[in-house]
């Protein structure tokens, strides 16, 4: 592809990885059958070559307007681009110079700029979150619509946290809004690890960065990801052996760190830190040898797009679930992100709600007793319609 970025770039660390990036994409369109805004829409400056073509023209400096932040706007980050591209072509990261960029040269309304604030100041203070969500549980008797009333999650157990016990010590973090959501998937998942010889200790660091970085918020970003490395610094000179999270987005995030504070001197090396001590639920679970708690019962699996494009872990759930006994029913096309995808379905509620139904139509066609996943946000956006129960997958590890 044939690339001329603007002067000022070209020199700079990021110009360089800008370049790079879009040179390694081929235009073949490949991509383009696995993305989810491209099937639903058929537009190609919906798809992601479309979005690599706009984000190209927007850094060699043609005119770019609205409706071309509105194409990069309804991308979901699910990164299913990235996993059908045959080139290696680093989307993500093209998207999130992208979007930074745009908000640069074209001016959101004001409108739009406060409710991006205001999602920026409540979603991840887990007191301000908590605050509203406990406020509007109270009206929620009063809703006269249940599909409205399924907006507002009622109130759930923390569950029993396991003493310290093993000298094997991990981490779960609790992020911003899981402990006000769903209490008791943390609790769950350190009863697993303590019946096998594990302690984990519940860290609150507060948010992990994932909802400025999901709103284009570097600033907040960056100091949010730099108070979650301070606050966990100790721990990791006292010789923790892995940082935990439950939630896959949160995962993808910490994933990140390391190249998102690879610019950062006094952070680069800690962040790389971070990253490397990270670590998925199944991937401490599937070294342990479960109990055969699922008496065949029937689920069907939503494997969120962090845990398949973001953390590689595929098809790893699913294989615990069925040595835990139960039966893992397939055809779930992972590809297709549900709709969730931080706070898309926040901003785009039309084209979400469109992706959570046909993701529901795939996963409740085999009638499974219960559907599974593995991010909070999915596992919340899927309940506003399901009328099968939606669960945390480490929920279900215990004996009923
Ligand atoms: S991102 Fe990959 S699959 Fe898509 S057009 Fe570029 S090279 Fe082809
Ligand atoms: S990240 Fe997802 S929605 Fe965005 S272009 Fe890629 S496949 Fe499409």
């Not at 002067?7 to 991509?31: A, F, K, M, Y």
């Not at 999650?153 to 809004?177: D, M, T, Y």
């Not at 990253?275 to 599937?286: G, M, N």
Request: proline content about 5%.
């Amino acid at each position: 592809m044939q690339i001329s970025l603007t002067s000022g770039l070209t020199q700079s660390p990021e110009g360089q990885e800008l370049e790079s990036i879009l040179r390694s994409c081929v235009h073949c369109g490949l991509c383009n059958p696995a993305c989810p805004t491209y099937n639903l829409l058929g537009n190609e400056l919906d798809g992601p070559r479309g979005r690599i073509y706009q984000i190209k023209n927007l850094f060699e400096g043609k005119a770019v307007t609205h409706e071309t932040q509105r194409h990069l706007d309804r991308c979901l980050t699910c990164r299913a681009c990235e996993t059908a591209c045959p080139s290696g072509v680093h989307y993500a990261k093209l998207l999130e110079l992208g979007r930074v960029e745009i908000a640069k040269q074209v001016k959101r309304s004001y409108l739009q700029r406060s409710i991006r604030k205001a999602l920026c100041w409540i979603i991840p203070s887990t007191q301000r979150f908590g605050f509203l969500l406990t406020l509007a549980r109270g009206f929620r008797p009063l809703i006269p619509f249940s599909t409205l009333k399924r907006h507002i999650p009622i109130a759930k157990a923390a569950g029993v946290w396991p003493e310290s016990r093993h000298a094997r010590r991990v981490l779960i973090i609790a992020g911003c809004v899981q402990p006000t959501l769903e209490p008791g998937i943390d609790s769950a998942l350190a009863r697993v690890l303590d019946q096998h010889g594990i302690s984990a200790s519940a860290f609150y660091s507060g948010c992990c960065g994932a909802v400025s970085h999901h709103l284009s918020a570097i600033d907040q970003t960056t100091t949010r990801i730099k108070a979650a490395i301070d606050a966990l610094w100790p721990e990791i000179e006292a010789g923790i052996e892995a940082i935990i999270i439950t939630a896959s987005g949160c995962g993808a995030m910490l994933q990140d760190y390391a190249d998102l504070m690879k610019h950062e001197p006094d952070y680069a090396d800690k962040a790389a830190k971070v990253s490397a001590l990270y670590r998925d639920p199944v991937q401490l679970i599937e070294q342990l040898t479960l109990n055969k708690v699922g008496q065949g019962r029937r689920v069907a699996f939503h494997a969120p797009c962090t845990l398949v494009n973001a953390l590689k872990l595929e098809g790893r759930v699913e294989t615990v679930l069925k040595q835990a006994g139960f039966e893992v029913l397939p055809g779930m096309q992972s590809s297709q992100c549900c709709g969730s995808a931080g706070t898309y379905s926040l901003l785009q509620p039309t084209l979400a709600r469109q992706l959570r139904d046909r993701k529901l139509d795939q996963l409740q066609q085999p009638q499974p007793e219960l559907i599974a996943t593995a991010n909070i946000g999915c596992l919340v956006h899927l309940n506003t319609a399901s009328e099968i129960p939606v669960v945390h997958w480490l929920s279900l590890l215990e004996a009923k």
